[in-house]
Nanobody, 125 residues
Framework: QAQLVESGGGSVQAGGSLKLSCVYS????????VSWFRQVAGKERDWVAG???????GYADPVKGRFTISKDNAKNTVYLQMSSLEPDDTAKYYC???????????????????WGQGTQVTVSS
């Protein structure tokens, strides 16, 4: 059973930065697409960014130019570097994995089989 564990969330003032990490178990190493989603209580889960096995990357429009997704295969980790944070970025952030070797972004959350428990990001004005 694949597992993903997020970390790095916290509270920051507007304009600040945070770096989220998603460590995935070795069982999902290989042909997987990994994405970050975020969700505000009572609202739908929104796609934020994704990276596939070949390094193909996509970003949602609200975060383009501010967020950067990357991965370190040696550490089984996908990162989300978030800069110039805004109060609207406040949400619980989840990483998710999909067994596929290539992903055309964006993708809906229902396609993803594996999810982490989430990490809270709070941005104050």
């Amino acid at each position: 059973q694949a597992q993903l564990v997020e970390s790095g969330g916290g509270s920051v003032q507007a304009g600040g930065s945070l770096k989220l990490s998603c460590v995935y178990s070795e069982s999902i190493y290989g042909d997987y697409c990994v994405s970050w989603f975020r969700q505000v209580a009572g609202k739908e889960r929104d796609w934020v960014a994704g990276i596939d096995n070949s390094g193909n990357i996509g970003y949602a429009d609200p975060v383009k130019g501010r967020f950067t997704i990357s991965k370190d295969n040696a550490k089984n980790t996908v990162y989300l570097q978030m800069s110039s944070l805004e109060p609207d970025d406040t949400a619980k952030y989840y990483c998710a994995a999909l067994s596929r070797d290539y992903c055309h972004w964006p993708l809906v959350p229902t396609l993803f089989s594996y999810w982490g428990q989430g990490t809270q990001v709070t941005v104050s004005s």
